[in-house]
């Protein structure tokens, strides 16, 4: 096991130009069918990953939308250069880093101040509102937001499902060979067990939509959020994230 300081010089996980430079080698070699949803002032494209066999159901799954949250990016892009068959054969939808700009600057918001998970139903922002035309219509499996949280004591998950069948707790299974569960019973203002935050529905009064919120709202059954806590090891976060992005991809990828 690496320290978290081996991890962060090797893989350069805030470097959002290195991260982009890879996954456009991974988007040749795996044959995906690429969108670029906006492209920041700087001058960072923002994908969207469609797998050769994309089509309706299979995984929706998204990185990165809060630019100081880093190990669910490095995870996912390593992940995927050490499973480029497994993505010739998924059915799926990337974006893997939906704030490049905020990730290189190490804050939550984008570039702007603009907190881009409470925009997902802002169709006059350019990133959410080209994420909208490019989801439009388009349903899948199941939808799954990686995510990370400073005040958090091990992985947890928010949960909204409308199918019993599908549910966080094989991923967070898997995620916890890496890091304990998230033991707290309140958890981000909301009651958990487990480290499960479940909702059935979508609660009123919210400013501005979460991703994970319009997914469940008009494109998937159910809607899972990850969240490895920001002070324990990056090595373990990578690694925690990597195996629910395993069990994504097993679980709803086809
Ligand atoms: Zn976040």
Known sequence: MKTG????????????????KRWRAVARAARFETTTLH?????????????????????YLSAGVHGDEPAPVAALIDWAEDNLAVLRRSNACLVPLFNP?????????DHEGTDLNRNFNNVGHPHTGAWLRAVEGRRFSCGVTLHEDYDAQGVYAYEVSR????????????AEKWLPRDSRSWIDGFPARSGVIKRSRIPKN???????????QHHAPASFTFETPSEFSLAR??????????????LHGR
């Open 39 to 59: 492209t920041t002032p700087e001058g960072y494209p923002i994908y969207l990953f469609r797998t050769p066999r994309h089509a309706e159901g299979g995984l």
């Open 206 to 216: 919210l400013p501005g939509l979460p991703e994970a919120l319009v997914l469940f």
């Open 5 to 20: 300081r081996e991890y962060d010089l090797r893989h350069r996980c805030h470097d959002s130009a290195y991260i982009l």
């Open 163 to 174: 199918d019993p069948a599908l549910s966080t707790q094989p991923f967070l299974q898997e």
């Open 237 to 250: 976060r990578v690694a925690a994230q990597r195996a629910i992005i395993d069990t994504a991809f097993l």
């Open 101 to 109: 700009a905020g990730l290189d600057r190490n804050t939550r918001a």
